[in-house]
């Protein structure tokens, strides 16, 4: 459970880029949808109204689209790490929990998505 209570949430970001380890998956780029929890104190920006005190959520998706997009992953993990570790570089958050789907597995059951989702906190190591 994290210690800050606030969060900026984002919901549905929806993703096309590379990620599986079937040769077609590492092939043609596939969508994912994104729900990310960004944990930081919105005390100062609820008092002063000011989006230099917050994060914000337009720069975070454009960088998170920019970056998934233009590189490749093996697995649902290191997609989800890797964009953690993006929002984490933001010095304001402290806490950030990503859930990964792939809307499209490529899978014989009959299920609507597979996925992951991670929670981190800054200074963290998750090779740990």
């Given at each position: 459970?994290?210690?800050i209570?606030d969060?900026?949430?984002?919901?549905?970001?929806?993703?096309?880029?590379?990620?599986g380890?079937?040769?077609l998956?590492?092939?043609?780029?596939?969508?994912?949808?994104?729900?990310?929890?960004?944990?930081?104190?919105?005390?100062r920006?609820?008092?002063?109204d000011?989006?230099?005190?917050?994060?914000?959520?337009?720069?975070?998706?454009?960088?998170l689209?920019?970056?998934?997009e233009?590189?490749?992953y093996?697995?649902?993990?290191?997609m989800?790490?890797?964009?953690?570790?993006?929002i984490?570089?933001?010095?304001?958050?402290?806490?950030?929990?990503?859930?990964?789907?792939?809307?499209?597995p490529?899978?014989?059951?009959?299920?609507?998505?597979?996925?992951v989702?991670?929670?981190?906190?800054?200074?963290?190591?998750?090779?740990?």
């Amino acid at each position: 459970m994290p210690e800050i209570a606030d969060c900026i949430q984002i919901r549905e970001l929806r993703i096309v880029t590379r990620c599986g380890v079937l040769q077609l998956e590492r092939d043609q780029a596939q969508p994912f949808r994104f729900d990310i929890d960004i944990y930081v104190d919105l005390r100062r920006p609820g008092a002063t109204d000011d989006l230099t005190n917050t994060v914000n959520y337009g720069t975070v998706t454009d960088e998170l689209r920019a970056t998934l997009e233009s590189e490749q992953y093996l697995l649902l993990e290191r997609m989800s790490q890797r964009a953690a570790d993006l929002i984490l570089a933001n010095p304001l958050v402290d806490e950030v929990t990503v859930t990964v789907a792939k809307l499209r597995p490529p899978i014989a059951a009959d299920v609507g998505t597979t996925g992951v989702r991670i929670h981190r906190r800054r200074g963290e190591n998750p090779e740990a």
